[in-house]
T-cell receptor, first 113, second 112 residues
Framework: KAGVTQTPRYLIKTRGQQVTLSCSPISGHRSVSWYQQTPGQGLQFLFEYFSETQRNKGNFPGRFSGRQFSNSRSEMNVSTLELGDSALYLC????????????FGQGTRLTVV | GQQLNQSPQSMFIQEGEDVSMNCTSSSIFNTWLWYKQDPGEGPVLLIALYKAGELTSNGRLTAQFGITRKDSFLNISASIPSDVGIYFCAGSSGAGSYQLTFGKGTKLSVIP
C-alpha cells in the first residue's frame, strides 16, 4: 500500500512569487491535513480537509490556502511568498477524522530567496 | 491555544540504555500519538493511544496515556544506534478539532 506522496520534494522560489504543493493521501484515506515545520516554531497546523471541505484552519495568514479534490488529493498554495515561508511543508492523511492515526508524507522543502 | 510541553529537549545516551521522554498538555486530549522523524523525512507514527491509562507497546517502545489525559510518556528500552532521531508527541482533543498539536520534540543521540 503506497504511503502519502508529496510533490515536489524540493522547491526554490523568489520572494513575491506563489507556489503550489501537492499531496496524494494513502488510498482510502479521506482526511488530509497540512503542517508547516520550522526549526523555531516546530510543527504548526495549517488546515485540514475532509471530503473536499475545509474543516479546520490554523493561525496562518490568508496567503496560505488549500483545496481537496474528489479523489482526496490535496493542494496547498502560498501566494506572495516571504522569506519566512521557508520551511518543510508536511501533508498527513487519515482514514477518518483527524485525531485518529495520521500518516505523514516526506514533505516538500520550500526555500524562499 | 493548546500547548504541549515535551521534555527533555535533547538526550545523549549510551547504546543499550533505556530512554524516557514525556509530554504534558495545558488541556485534555482524547488522543496521543508518538512520532519519530529522521533528517529530511516526514514524521513516522510509532504509537497511538486512545484511552486514559492505556499502555501500548511496539517492540522496544512503550507509551502510556496519562490518567489525567493531560500527559503521555514514551519509553525506549535497550537503545540502538538507529533510534537516533527526533521524537514528537502529538495530541488531539477529539471530534470537532481535526488537528494535531505537536510538542517541540526530543532529539535523541545514541553513543555506540
Amino acid at each position: 500500500k503506497a504511503g502519502v506522496t508529496q510533490t515536489p520534494r524540493y522547491l526554490i522560489k523568489t520572494r513575491g512569487q506563489q507556489v503550489t504543493l501537492s499531496c496524494s493521501p494513502i488510498s482510502g484515506h479521506r482526511s488530509v491535513s497540512w503542517y508547516q515545520q520550522t526549526p523555531g516554531q516546530g510543527l504548526q497546523f495549517l488546515f485540514e480537509y475532509f471530503s473536499e471541505t475545509q474543516r479546520n484552519k490554523g493561525n496562518f495568514p490568508g496567503r496560505f490556502s488549500g483545496r481537496q479534490f474528489s479523489n482526496s488529493r490535496s493542494e496547498m498554495n502560498v501566494s506572495t511568498l516571504e522569506l519566512g515561508d521557508s520551511a518543510l511543508y508536511l501533508c498527513a492523511s487519515s482514514l477518518g477524522p483527524l485525531g485518529t492515526e495520521a500518516f505523514f508524507g516526506q514533505g516538500t522543502r520550500l526555500t524562499v530567496v | 491555544g493548546q500547548q504541549l510541553n515535551q521534555s527533555p529537549q535533547s538526550m545523549f545516551i549510551q547504546e543499550g540504555e533505556d530512554v524516557s521522554m514525556n509530554c504534558t498538555s495545558s488541556s485534555i486530549f482524547n488522543t496521543w500519538l508518538w512520532y519519530k522523524q529522521d533528517p529530511g523525512e516526514g514524521p513516522v507514527l510509532l504509537i497511538a493511544l486512545y484511552k486514559a491509562g492505556e499502555l501500548t507497546s511496539n517492540g522496544r517502545l512503550t507509551a502510556q496515556f496519562g490518567i489525567t489525559r493531560k500527559d503521555s510518556f514514551l519509553n525506549i528500552s535497550a537503545s540502538i544506534p538507529s533510534d537516533v532521531g527526533i521524537y514528537f508527541c502529538a495530541g488531539s482533543s477529539g471530534a470537532g478539532s481535526y488537528q494535531l498539536t505537536f510538542g517541540k520534540g526530543t532529539k535523541l543521540s545514541v553513543i555506540p
